[in-house]
């Protein structure tokens, strides 16, 4: 069964870049996409965007500017970068296995809260 | 403003039907298939349906979905105290190029 679980800083200072990491296990990297999703408190879900193993990626056009997804098939796990962050970035961060239109996001992680502030 | 549109709420007593909807536009439900999931309190999400009505292993035949034209409805029959969760509906937007969700439905059991 495969579990996800994501790690990085809880707090970003305002104009820095937010750095989260995602590892993979019980089941390859391979041949999947990847990907992140995020929620701000008491709101909706955000989807950021994907990456395939290969390396391929697909943003959210709202957040493209400012963000990085890459992968490490080696290390089984993919990471995010979001750049010039603000308060409007504070969210809890999930990160998922994306089976695109063929089974939506099928896997989540327990998501890891990044709080933005001085 | 998310780009699907849910009812804020939605409530029913436990052994009802519930039906939650999810409006949306011609480059996604209208054209691409709807997700749905279900956050519990506290918890992550959790997919529930996929294209349109079908049910991952381990989910009750309880939830189904449906799609007509640009919106698409969850039901959920035999209401149990245990379906109190937050709904989000999904679907792949083709001018955004993008996953889009609803702004999610949270469901009160009476």
């Known amino acids: 069964q495969v579990q996800l679980q994501a790690s990085g800083p809880g707090l970003v200072k305002p104009g820095e870049t937010l750095s989260l990491n995602c590892t993979v296990s019980?089941?390859?990297?391979?041949?999947?996409?990847w990907g992140w999703i995020r929620q701000p408190p008491g709101k909706g879900l955000e989807w950021i965007g994907y990456?395939?193993?290969?390396?391929?990626?697909t943003y959210n056009p709202s957040l493209q500017s400012r963000l990085t997804i890459s992968v490490d098939t080696s290390r089984q796990s993919f990471s995010l970068k979001l750049s010039s962050v603000t308060a409007a970035d504070t969210a809890i961060y999930y990160c998922?296995?994306?089976?695109?239109?063929?089974?939506?996001?099928?896997?989540w992680g327990l998501g890891t809260t990044v709080t933005v502030s001085s | 403003q998310s780009v699907l549109t849910q009812p804020p709420s939605a409530s029913g007593t436990p052994g009802q039907r519930v039906t939650i909807s999810c409006s949306g536009g011609t480059s996604n439900i209208g054209q691409n298939y709807v997700f749905w999931y279900q956050q519990l309190p506290g918890a992550a999400p959790k997919l529930l349906i996929y294209?349109?009505?079908q049910r991952p292993s381990g989910v009750p035949d309880r939830f189904s979905g449906s799609k007509s034209g640009t919106s698409a409805s969850l039901a959920i029959s035999g209401l149990r105290s245990e379906d109190e969760a937050d709904y989000y509906c999904?679907?792949?937007?083709?001018?955004?190029?993008?996953?889009?969700f609803g702004g999610g439905t949270k469901l009160t059991v009476l």
């Open positions: 998922a296995r994306d089976r695109t239109t063929i089974m939506g996001v099928d896997v």
């Open positions: 019980g089941g390859s990297i391979n041949d999947y996409y």
């Open positions: 294209r349109i009505y």
């Open positions: 999904s679907s792949w937007d083709d001018r955004l190029s993008a996953w889009v």
């Open positions: 990456i395939y193993y290969s390396g391929s990626t």
